[in-house]
């Protein structure tokens, strides 16, 4: 069935827990509200869950799912941002709509993988 796990979980690249704060939507700036968040990349999308304790990573799928906001990584662009929060391990992105958000994570090497993980999703729909 289209809702089954399995029909789409191949393109379910990463999951896990971030700590997220919007900084702009559409160019305008916007005050930081850190939270927790559970970030899913699938496809070319990044999901945000709102609610760490009651979402999991298997949650996002269609029929059990309850996204706080998605993204399209189609012409995204990723850096890392150290100087924009006191927080380590930053990096800062932003949609070709001009939403931009900030991803932590106290854990360097996990934001070393998301970051990469992610990059690569974006080379990928550059080249399509
Ligand atoms: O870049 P900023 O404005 O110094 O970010 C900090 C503030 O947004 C602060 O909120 P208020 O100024 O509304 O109280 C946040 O609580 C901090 O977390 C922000 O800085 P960090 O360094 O955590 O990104």
Redesign the pocket.
């Known amino acids: 069935s289209p809702d089954s796990l399995d029909s789409v979980s191949p393109e379910l690249e990463k999951a896990g827990l971030l700590n997220k ?1 919007k900084i702009a939507e559409g160019g305008r700036k916007l ?2 509200n ?1 939270n927790p968040s559970w970030v899913v990349l699938v496809g070319n999308s990044l999901v945000f869950f709102k609610d760490p304790k009651t979402q999991s990573p298997s949650s996002w799928r269609p029929g059990n799912s309850r996204p706080e906001s998605s993204v399209d990584l189609r012409g995204a662009q990723l850096q890392w941002a150290d100087s ?4 380590k391990n930053v990096f800062k992105l932003r949609t070709i709509t001009g939403n931009e958000f ?1 991803l932590q994570s106290d854990t360097e090497s996990l934001i070393k993988e998301w970051y990469g993980t992610i990059q690569k999703v974006i080379n990928r729909l550059d080249r399509e």
Not at 84 to 87: G, H, P, T
């Open positions: 704060t005050r930081k850190w924009l929060s006191s927080r900030l």
